[in-house]
Structure formats: C-alpha cells, structure tokens
C-alpha cells in the first residue's frame, strides 16, 4: 500500500498481517480524492475515518493538509498499526478509537468536516448509514459524507445525495447535509 498524495506522496506502508479488512484500493483512494479535490478544501479539516481498518484513508487525508482524523475502528491490532504508522511520518494527528462505529455514532462528542465510511460490502444495514450518519449530527453544516461501497448499492434516492463514482470495483456516494 501507498500513499498517493500529498505530502507523503509515494510512501509505501507495510500490510497488517492477520487483517481480515478489505483496504481501499490505491486507484480508489486516488479518484476519491480527485472527485474531492474540486469539492473540498482538505487544508485544516477535521475527519472522522468509520470502519477505519489499518488507517490508508485517514493516513492519505493527513498527507493531504487534513488537521486531524479520528478513525474509528474495532480491531484493536488494526487501531494500534494506524496510530504506530502515523507516528512513523511524522504526525499525532491521528486519534484511533476502537470502538463499534454504530456505538460511536449513538454517542457522538463532536462534529467533523468530513467524515468517510468505508463498511464491509456485505455489512447488514449499509443502506441505513448515511441517514445514521446524518441523524447522529456527527457532519458539521455543509460538511460532507462519503460511504464506500460495493456496486449493487444505489444510495442516489437518499437524503443529502449528490453524486456516486465508480473507480474499478469500488464505489463512492457523497452527501452533504445542512
């Protein structure tokens, strides 16, 4: 795995051996971000990274000027590796909380610029996270969603929908909520 921009451009991370995640692509990271980059400013946001794995996309929102991301993760292994590999470039500005994510979005402390979801494909209740999502009041006004997810998912009838990319096999869907 590499980081495909920013300040880190190009940095290569070991893998988490033992993790049974499915990390975002490198060609899906790099079009999530392109499709980003006309729509966000990414300099100073705060992110909230949901079922966060070994921390790529929270590592490439930091590379990217992200001021700090909280990732959220349950595998405890997974929350000590993205926590050991920010620290490896240089940054502390990346909090790993390991934790059930619905859990989390029933208690939320703060709200974020940006938050990013990338739940298993074949998570019971995908279609139900945004409008989770949203009614947590986790996203700060104008903030924005983004949900991974596999391509049988069609979320464009959802509250806050703005668009969907595909990237190869991977999928995105934004939001914005007022």
Request: aromatic residues 10%; proline residues 4%.
């Amino acid at each position: 795995m590499r980081i495909t921009g920013g300040d880190w451009r190009g940095r290569r991370l070991p893998e988490l051996k033992g993790f049974r995640g499915r990390p975002t692509t490198d060609f899906g990271r790099e079009g999530l971000f392109n499709l980003l980059s006309s729509r966000v400013d990414l300099d100073g946001v705060h992110v909230l990274d949901l079922f966060a794995g070994t921390g790529m996309v929270s590592l490439e929102f930091l590379s990217r000027g992200a001021a700090s991301v909280t990732a959220v993760e349950l595998a405890p292994k997974a929350c000590r590796f993205a926590t050991v590999q920010a620290g490896q470039l240089g940054s502390d500005d990346l909090h790993a909380v390991c934790a059930d994510v619905w859990s989390f979005l029933n208690r939320p402390l703060t709200q974020f610029d940006v938050v990013f979801a990338d739940p298993p494909y074949d998570m019971p209740k995908l279609e139900t996270l945004p409008d989770v999502v949203r009614e947590s009041g986790v996203v700060s006004a104008g903030g924005w969603f983004i949900l991974e997810h596999g391509e049988r998912v069609d979320l464009s009838d959802r509250q806050g929908h703005v668009l969907s990319r595909k990237y190869g096999h991977v999928h995105f869907s934004l939001f914005t909520f007022d």
